[in-house]
């Protein structure tokens, strides 16, 4: 019974350790010629003005955090810090305290989220994410309730890094702000 015992230990870890097929392991974007606009795709097929890329694996990937409880007015770009937590290459920066990444060619997952960021009721504010001064993505926020704080639920953005050193900023393209709790960016190369 004990050997039963074993042997159907063994056979289930076995199972558990094997690698999963590179078919279910594969993740497809679609990647415009003109624009650069990147789109997920459940199949592998885009249109005719588009390129096929499989993104199934991470490459690279950092974390890093806004400087807390600088006021951030429009056009103002945001101060980050890494959180020592990053892996591969790909995504650069200089110093304690930087305002920009140096992104290699690739396509990049940008998240971007934060907490207690002090706003005025009832206005709408934008974030953007700029390559090489160019907008290539932008998250919205509005603040809904009575509080004059709001938490920043940014979501994912897919970007489109087609030349050496590209140069990201994180921009305030709206109203003044501060943000007095924690502000995250995880930036991962997935081609």
């Known amino acids: 019974m004990t050997r039963i015992f ?17 078919q279910a392991q594969q993740i497809f974007a679609c990647v ?14 885009c249109n005719n003005n588009e390129k096929l890329v499989n993104v199934g694996g991470a490459l690279a990937g950092a974390d890093y955090q806004c400087v807390p409880s600088q006021p951030i007015s429009p056009d103002d770009t945001f101060s980050f810090t890494s959180t020592g937590v990053s892996f591969g290459s790909g995504i650069y920066t200089a110093g304690g305290a930087f305002t920009s990444f140096a992104l290699q060619p690739g396509i990049y997952q940008i998240h971007l989220s934060g907490t207690q960021f002090t706003l005025m009721f009832g206005e709408t504010f934008q974030i953007s994410a700029r390559l090489n001064a160019i907008n290539v993505t932008s998250w919205f926020y509005t603040s809904i309730s009575n509080s004059p704080i709001v938490d920043i639920v940014g979501g994912d953005r897919l970007v489109s ?7 990201l900023q994180i921009i305030n393209d709206a109203k003044f702000f501060i943000p007095a709790g924690k502000c995250e960016l995880v930036i991962t190369k997935l081609q």
């Open 32 to 45: 415009n010629n003109n624009s650069g606009a990147v789109k997920m795709v459940s199949n592998a097929t």
């Open 6 to 22: 074993g042997l159907a230990v063994a056979f289930v870890l076995a199972l558990a350790l094997a690698p999963i097929s590179a």
């Open 161 to 167: 890094v087609g030349q050496p050193n590209s140069i």
